[in-house]
C-alpha cells in the first residue's frame, strides 16, 4: 500500500494536486542570501506559487555562509532540502554524484523547453539528462564614463580590446586616475584565453590554461597594466570591486555585470554612464555568462510537488515576475522579450552577449583550477614574476590537486 501511494505522489505531479489530500506538502527551498530588494521579491513569487499551489507549501531557508559546504554535507547526510540553487560553477561535481534528481521525465510541452537560453540549459545537462532550469544569468559588459569619454574626445564605446587600450590611455590621469577597471579572477579571464584557440581545461578535466594560445589572451592584461599603465585592480584605488571603483570615478571603464545596473543606479545616483558589448579580442566576440539554475534533490520525499514549484519558479509567469524589476536577467527568451531587456539602453549589451558567451564552468573540480589561478596570475600581474612562469606553476599544482581528489 504505501509503495502505491509513493507512485501515485511521484506521478501527481501531471496534476496540480490530488483531491484526497487532507494537509498541505511542505517543499523545502534552499540558497544563498541575496540583497533585500532580491529576498523581498523572491518571498513574493513565493506566496503567488502558494496561491495557486494551496496543497503545496514552501519552507524557504537562507544558508548565508559556507553555501555549498552546507549542501554536500546535506546531501551525504539525506538532510538536503527538496529544491535548492545551484551555480554553474559547481554543477559537473554534483551532476556526476547521482544525487541531483534527473528532470526530462516531468516535462510537459505547456513548460516550453526551446524557450531557454540554449547556453544556459546546457550549463545543466550531464550525460544525456537535465539537471536544472537555469533562473537567471548575466554576461559581462563594458560600462563606460560618459562625462570622462566626453572629456577625451571620445563618442563611441571601443569596439576592438587595441582600441580599448588606446582610450584606456587616454582616459588616465583626466576625469579619473585610470582609464580601466581590471579583475584579474579567472572568472573574468576565461574568454580572453579563449579569443586565441586556449582552453581552461581539457576533455579529461585537467588545467590547461598555461598554453601558448592562453598565454597571449592574458598577456593582454599584463601589457596594460604594466606597460601602459592605465588599467587599476580595486586594492590599487582602495574599494571592494570592479563596480565601487567605477561608481567611485576611479576608473572609467571596467567591465561588470547586470547586478552593476541597480547598485550604481541606486549608491552614485549622479553617475552618468552607458554599457556596451565587450570589444572583440583577436577579431572574436566573446564574453561570460554566470547563471545558476533550480535543482532537485534525488533523495526528496516530494518529487511531484518540488518539481511544481521549480516548474513555476522557471516557467513563464514565475520568471516574468522574479525578473521585472531589472534586478536579475530572465533566462527564457519570450520573457526577455517580454520585459523589453533587448531595448533596454543599459540591458540590451548584456542580452546580445549571450550567444557568445563562455559559460563559467570549468569542470569537476573547480576549486584547485580558480584558486591557483588567481593567486598565480595576481603575481605576475604585480611583476613578482613571468606570466608564462606562473601559469605553469598554477596548471601543474592545479593538476596535482586534482588528481589527488580523482
Not at 250 to 276: C, D, H, R, S
Amino acid at each position: 500500500m504505501a509503495i502505491a501511494i509513493a507512485i501515485v505522489a511521484y506521478h501527481s505531479w501531471q496534476i496540480q494536486s490530488s483531491p484526497s489530500a487532507s494537509a498541505p506538502v511542505t517543499v523545502k527551498l534552499s540558497g544563498w542570501g541575496g540583497s533585500p530588494v532580491e529576498q523581498k521579491l523572491l518571498k513574493q513569487v513565493l506566496q503567488d506559487f502558494e496561491a495557486q499551489h494551496p496543497l503545496i507549501k514552501v519552507k524557504y531557508e537562507v544558508i548565508s555562509d559556507q553555501y555549498m559546504d552546507v549542501i554536500k554535507t546535506r546531501l551525504i547526510g539525506e538532510a538536503a532540502p527538496d529544491v535548492f540553487y545551484l551555480d554553474a560553477l559547481e554543477a559537473p561535481f554534483l551532476m556526476s554524484q547521482n544525487v541531483l534528481e534527473p528532470l526530462e521525465s516531468y516535462i510537459t510541452p505547456a513548460f516550453d523547453l526551446s524557450d531557454f537560453e540554449t547556453n544556459l540549459l546546457d550549463s545543466f545537462k550531464y550525460q544525456n539528462h537535465i539537471y536544472g532550469f537555469p533562473k537567471d544569468y548575466s554576461t559581462l559588459a563594458l560600462f563606460y564614463n560618459k562625462k570622462a569619454f566626453a572629456a577625451a574626445g571620445l563618442s563611441s564605446p571601443p569596439a576592438t580590446w587595441q582600441e580599448l587600450r588606446t582610450y584606456s590611455r587616454k582616459l588616465t590621469g583626466k576625469l579619473n586616475k585610470y582609464g580601466f577597471g581590471e579583475a584579474p579572477e579567472l572568472a573574468r579571464q576565461v574568454y580572453k584565453i579563449k579569443a586565441f584557440g586556449g582552453e581552461v581545461i581539457n576533455q579529461n578535466g585537467h588545467a590547461t590554461f598555461a598554453s601558448e594560445a592562453g598565454l597571449r589572451g592574458l598577456q593582454l592584461v599584463i601589457d596594460q597594466y604594466q606597460k601602459d599603465k592605465s588599467s587599476a585592480q580595486k586594492s590599487d584605488v582602495g574599494t571592494n570591486s570592479g563596480s565601487e571603483m567605477f561608481g567611485q570615478e576611479k576608473v572609467a571603464m571596467v567591465i561588470e555585470g547586470n547586478w552593476a545596473i541597480p547598485y550604481l543606479q541606486e549608491t552614485f545616483p549622479q553617475l552618468e554612464f552607458a554599457t556596451a558589448q565587450l570589444p572583440t579580442i583577436n577579431q572574436k566576440k566573446g564574453t561570460m555568462v554566470f547563471t545558476v539554475a533550480y535543482v532537485m534533490s534525488k533523495q526528496s520525499q516530494h518529487k511531484a510537488e518540488a518539481w511544481e514549484l521549480i516548474s513555476y519558479l522557471t516557467g513563464k509567469a514565475g520568471m516574468q515576475k522574479w525578473t521585472s524589476t531589472g534586478f536579475a536577467l530572465p533566462t527564457r527568451k519570450s520573457v526577455s522579450q517580454k520585459l523589453g531587456y533587448e531595448q533596454d539602453p543599459l540591458r540590451s549589451p548584456l542580452v546580445a552577449g549571450v550567444d557568445d558567451a563562455t559559460p563559467w564552468q570549468v569542470g569537476k573540480y573547480p576549486a584547485p583550477i580558480v584558486n591557483n589561478f588567481d593567486n598565480q596570475f595576481v603575481s605576475a600581474l604585480l611583476g613578482q614574476q613571468p606570466l608564462k612562469q606562473a601559469m605553469l606553476r598554477a596548471q601543474n599544482q592545479a593538476n596535482k590537486q586534482i588528481q589527488a581528489m580523482e
